[in-house]
Structures are given as structure tokens and as C-alpha cells.
């Protein structure tokens, strides 16, 4: 259970996604994070997400002990023998009702050498369930996360096979491919919860690319291998065809603007003339644009959605709707 600006009572993944827009890296992981860190201790947090990207030559196979940050807690934790991460994402939720503030995403980010441990970086904070960038950090490359608790489907707690399928909200993250060395080839990606301290130690068995069904938590971190389990544990994003299609039937085209000099547009097709309908909704489910579209033409035309500045960073959900058909697709926008 979960909504969209508190924390839910459990965490999962259940499914990801990712494409390469306009020299930025975009992921989404549905499912659901517990955000409540344990109010008897303010230094620990719960629920970590981990994001380990494999990029470019190098990186560690196995994490090394000397890495910094919070990511010295999956030390020793070894990934598939053709997985070897370069580059770290890890967010963890702070704040919620016992200490008094909005649950927040609190994230780090770092290289992963092969020769010596990971320095990592703290890029700031972002309020859950609204558009809040990260602040309180250094965040050079401007990369960028958000996170929609509401989901209440997916899979039940234990290791039951049962299937997350469908969820449609979660994490996500932009991450500016400057900041991962500029692949020009297949980004392989391995996302996992790890189990909070007052929780649950060590690696849980939510993970992306999936365990084989049925699997319950691997355990220390020390303990597990990923290559001796059955199936990948990571995924793999193309950005030679990990494009974003037009989506059927009305053929929704998004073409963001990431430069905050220019405005959003979109690129609309509609199959035929009959009335429809824009709106942007933000990740806390509100609505906060609504363009009537009563004149157009039946084809393809850019639509000025809004101008410039006039939306802060953050995710957000277009809709289109002509009739009793309806598409939607995800923008973000960076400042």
C-alpha cells in the first residue's frame, strides 16, 4: 500500500523500463519503496534503491570493501560475469511523520574504479510526491529522481512467485549520459533493494533484471553471487533502438525540450478530426495543464505545450484523449 507523496508498507520491483533521449539516460522501475528510516535511530535509513550501471571498461564485479557512502553495505556483493558496474545511483528515504518533515528521497551517486574503492557524491534531496529537484547537494550533471508510492498492486511479501506486472508508477531517474562516460553503446543496468538495517540485512530478492520466481532474499551481501543464479540479474538499454515509438492508436509523439531557453512541445497524431484533449498531470497525480484541441486536422502537427520555464523540473504524465481512446507517455523536464 502506498501513496503517491507518503511511504508504502513494503517495497518491490516489478518491472523497468529505459530509453536514451537527447544525451540522457532515462529508467523507470515501478513498484513501490518504504521510505520510513527508524525513528529510534535518525542516522539509518530504509529501503535503499540501488542503481548499478555498466557503461563503459572497467568498473568492479565484485564491490569493493573501501567503497564510500552508503553503498559500503553491499560490500562484497558479486554480479554476473558479464555485469561489471562503473557507475552507482542510491536513494533512500528520510523524513515521514515521526521526525516531523515530508518523506524525502536522499541520493548519492559515484564512480565504481576497478583499482581502488568508490568515492561517492552526495547530490541532495527530493520531496516525495511532487516536483522537487534535488537540492542540498552537488549535482554537476543535473541528474534527476523522483518516486510515485501509490502503487497497491504487485507482488505480496515472502518469496511467493507472484507477478508485478502492469504496475505503472514507481522510481525513476534522468542521469545525463556525461555523467556515466558517454556510452556510445548498450547500457546494462542492475537495480536492487537492498534490506533496511532495522529490517532486513543484507540483499533482498527485488531485483532488476529479476531472480528466478519463487526466490527468497539472498542474504549478506558477502554471501551472494549473482552468476550463480539462474537468468541475468541486470538489463540492457540500447540507444541505437531504445527509441521512443509513437504510441497507438492516436500515435502520442513526446519531443521535450531539455534546454530551458526553448518551450515543450509534442508532436500529435491524430487519425481522425474530432475533438481531443491534452493534459499534463505530475507525479502526484495532479493535473496541472489542460490544452483543448478542437480545430486540428486529422495527421501529425507539433503542439506547443508549454513555454518556457513555465513548468518546474520534475516528472510528469502527458494524456491525450480523442474519444474513448486514450494514450500517455512520460516527459521530464530539467532546468
Same mark, same amino acid.
Given at each position: 500500500?502506498?501513496?503517491?507523496?507518503?511511504?508504502?508498507?513494503?517495497?518491490?520491483?516489478?518491472?523497468?523500463?529505459?530509453? &536514451?533521449?537527447?544525451?540522457?539516460?532515462?529508467?523507470?522501475?515501478?513498484?513501490?519503496?518504504?521510505?520510513?528510516?527508524?525513528?529510534?535511530?535518525?542516522? @539509518?535509513?530504509?529501503?535503499p534503491?540501488?542503481v548499478?550501471?555498466?557503461? +563503459?571498461?572497467?568498473?568492479?564485479?565484485?564491490?569493493?570493501?573501501?567503497?564510500?557512502?552508503?553503498?559500503?553495505?553491499?560490500?562484497?556483493?558479486?554480479?554476473?560475469?558479464?555485469?561489471?558496474?562503473?557507475h552507482w545511483?542510491?536513494?533512500y528515504?528520510?523524513?515521514?511523520?515521526?521526525?516531523?518533515?515530508?518523506?524525502s528521497?536522499?541520493t +548519492?551517486?559515484?564512480?565504481?574504479?576497478?583499482?581502488?574503492?568508490? @568515492?561517492?557524491?552526495?547530490?541532495?534531496?527530493?520531496?516525495?510526491?511532487?516536483?522537487?529537484?534535488?537540492?542540498?547537494?552537488?549535482?554537476?550533471?543535473?541528474?534527476?529522481?523522483?518516486?510515485?508510492?501509490?502503487?497497491?498492486?504487485g507482488?505480496?511479501?515472502?518469496?511467493?512467485?507472484?507477478?508485478?506486472?502492469?504496475?505503472? @508508477?514507481?522510481?525513476?531517474?534522468?542521469?545525463?549520459?556525461?555523467?556515466?562516460?558517454?556510452?556510445?553503446?548498450?547500457?546494462? &543496468?542492475?537495480?536492487?533493494?537492498?534490506?533496511?538495517a532495522?529490517?532486513?540485512?543484507?540483499?533482498?530478492?527485488?531485483?532488476?533484471?529479476?531472480?528466478?520466481?519463487?526466490?527468497?532474499?539472498?542474504?549478506?551481501?558477502?554471501?551472494?553471487?549473482?552468476?550463480?543464479?539462474?537468468?541475468?540479474?541486470?538489463? &540492457?538499454?540500447?540507444?541505437?533502438t531504445?527509441?521512443?515509438?509513437?504510441?497507438?492508436?492516436?500515435?502520442?509523439?513526446?519531443?521535450?525540450?531539455?534546454?530551458?531557453?526553448?518551450?515543450?512541445?509534442?508532436?500529435? @497524431?491524430?487519425?481522425?478530426?474530432?475533438?481531443?484533449?491534452?493534459? &499534463?498531470?505530475?507525479?502526484?497525480?495532479?493535473?496541472?495543464?489542460e490544452?483543448?484541441?478542437?480545430?486540428?486536422?486529422?495527421?501529425?502537427?507539433?503542439?506547443?505545450?508549454?513555454?518556457?520555464? +513555465?513548468?518546474?523540473?520534475g516528472?510528469?504524465?502527458?494524456?491525450?484523449? +480523442?474519444?474513448?481512446?486514450?494514450?500517455?507517455?512520460?516527459?521530464?523536464i530539467?532546468?
Amino acid at each position: 500500500m502506498g501513496a503517491a507523496g507518503g511511504s508504502s508498507s513494503g517495497w518491490e520491483l516489478d518491472e523497468a523500463y529505459g530509453f &536514451v533521449s537527447n544525451g540522457v539516460l532515462y529508467l523507470m522501475l515501478t513498484g513501490n519503496m518504504l521510505l520510513q528510516p527508524d525513528p529510534r535511530d535518525p542516522s @539509518t535509513w530504509s529501503s535503499p534503491i540501488h542503481v548499478f550501471i555498466d557503461s +563503459q571498461a572497467g568498473g568492479q564485479n565484485t564491490l569493493r570493501s573501501d567503497n564510500r557512502g552508503f553503498l559500503t553495505d553491499l560490500s562484497g556483493l558479486t554480479f554476473d560475469t558479464n555485469f561489471t558496474p562503473d557507475h552507482w545511483l542510491g536513494c533512500y528515504g528520510t523524513g515521514g511523520p515521526d521526525f516531523g518533515t515530508p518523506y524525502s528521497l536522499s541520493t +548519492q551517486f559515484g564512480e565504481l574504479p576497478s583499482n581502488a574503492g568508490a @568515492t561517492t557524491t552526495y547530490l541532495g534531496s527530493a520531496q516525495v510526491g511532487g516536483q522537487f529537484p534535488l537540492s542540498g547537494g552537488s549535482n554537476p550533471f543535473g541528474i534527476m529522481v523522483a518516486l510515485d508510492d501509490s502503487n497497491t498492486g504487485g507482488v505480496s511479501r515472502g518469496c511467493g512467485a507472484g507477478s508485478g506486472a502492469g504496475i505503472t @508508477t514507481g522510481f525513476e531517474c534522468a542521469i545525463p549520459l556525461a555523467a556515466i562516460g558517454n556510452p556510445g553503446g548498450p547500457i546494462k &543496468v542492475c537495480a536492487l533493494y537492498e534490506g533496511a538495517a532495522f529490517f532486513q540485512a543484507g540483499v533482498s530478492n527485488q531485483v532488476l533484471g529479476p531472480l528466478p520466481p519463487g526466490t527468497c532474499a539472498p542474504g549478506a551481501p558477502s554471501s551472494v553471487n549473482f552468476g550463480t543464479i539462474t537468468g541475468d540479474q541486470f538489463f &540492457v538499454v540500447n540507444p541505437a533502438t531504445d527509441a521512443v515509438p509513437p504510441l497507438a492508436p492516436l500515435g502520442l509523439w513526446l519531443a521535450p525540450r531539455l534546454n530551458p531557453a526553448e518551450a515543450v512541445t509534442v508532436r500529435v @497524431t491524430l487519425p481522425k478530426i474530432a475533438a481531443a484533449r491534452l493534459e &499534463v498531470i505530475d507525479i502526484g497525480g495532479r493535473r496541472v495543464l489542460e490544452r483543448p484541441l478542437e480545430n486540428e486536422a486529422a495527421g501529425t502537427e507539433a503542439i506547443e505545450l508549454a513555454r518556457s520555464g +513555465q513548468l518546474p523540473a520534475g516528472v510528469y504524465i502527458v494524456r491525450l484523449t +480523442q474519444g474513448t481512446n486514450t494514450v500517455t507517455a512520460r516527459v521530464v523536464i530539467r532546468r
